[in-house]
Nanobody
Framework: VQLQASGGGLVQAGGSLRLSCAAS????????MGWFRQAAGKEREFVAG????????DYADSVKGRFTISRDNAKNTVYLQMNSLKSEDTAIYYC??????????????????WGQGTLVTVSS
């Protein structure tokens, strides 16, 4: 079972990036998925979550209105569209999947599978 995050890179403040998280080894079409990030010297924090159907989403206040999480279950892939990027968005971004049946967990400990992370650097 593997979650492969990609799409990170260097972007100027105000720019956009789209992260992808491709799952392999099993289908996650029935799992809630999430994105987390960890900046240097800081704890990992929740960014966004999406229900298995894509009907429900949740966002951290710091990214609400700028980031959009989506998924394509046919491709076993989750996306994070990041617009209006700020220097404080600089971090390693991780995708994760949970076997939890209900809700959109915000705690990292509630997620069972993790990708390796992709670095996003926003220059000011």
């Amino acid at each position: 079972v593997q979650l492969q995050a990609s799409g990170g890179g260097l972007v100027q403040a105000g720019g956009s990036l789209r992260l992808s998280c491709a799952a392999s080894g099993r289908t996650f079409s029935r799992n809630t998925m999430g994105w987390f990030r960890q900046a240097a010297g800081k704890e990992r924090e929740f960014v966004a979550g999406i229900s298995w159907s894509g009907t429900y989403t949740d966002y951290a206040d710091s990214v609400k209105g700028r980031f959009t999480i989506s998924r394509d279950n046919a491709k076993n892939t989750v996306y994070l569209q990041m617009n209006s990027l700020k220097s404080e968005d600089t971090a390693i971004y991780y995708c994760a999947a949970t076997d939890a049946i209900r809700g959109l967990p915000r705690r990292g400990g509630d997620y069972d599978y993790w990708g390796q992370g992709t670095l996003v650097t926003v220059s000011s």
